[in-house]
């Protein structure tokens, strides 16, 4: 055991959990709480119905965010523009589809 202080070891640009996927991941769950909220409103018409879906839209969202994080954390090297979070924002939608793609 040594007391002098060791340098971390970096393991590149690829690969790092804190990188450009989780920050897109979190920026879309940051955007899909409004979204959801939005879509509640306009879909539900008593507080009840309009909590239960924006709760259900915001877990799904959430869910979605997580999986794409999951499968693309160790590839994702790209820096973060809006293009980039609007497509994390919409896979975060619509990640049952990216998985079926990715399937076939």
């Not at 239960?52 to 969202?61: K, V």
Request: charged share 10%.
């Amino acid at each position: 055991m040594s007391l002098m202080p060791q340098q971390p070891k970096k393991s590149g640009p690829s690969g790092q959990f804190f990188g450009p996927a989780l920050v897109g991941a979190c920026l879309a769950v940051v955007l899909s709480v409004p979204a959801a909220a939005y879509t509640a409103a306009w879909i539900g018409d008593t507080y009840t119905k309009r909590a239960l879906i924006y709760s259900a839209f915001l877990l799904w969202a959430f869910c979605g965010a997580a999986v794409i994080f999951a499968k693309t954390f160790r590839q994702e090297i790209k820096p973060l523009s809006l293009g980039r979070i609007f497509l994390w924002f919409a896979s975060a939608w619509l990640w049952p589809l990216l998985l079926l793609a990715r399937k076939k």
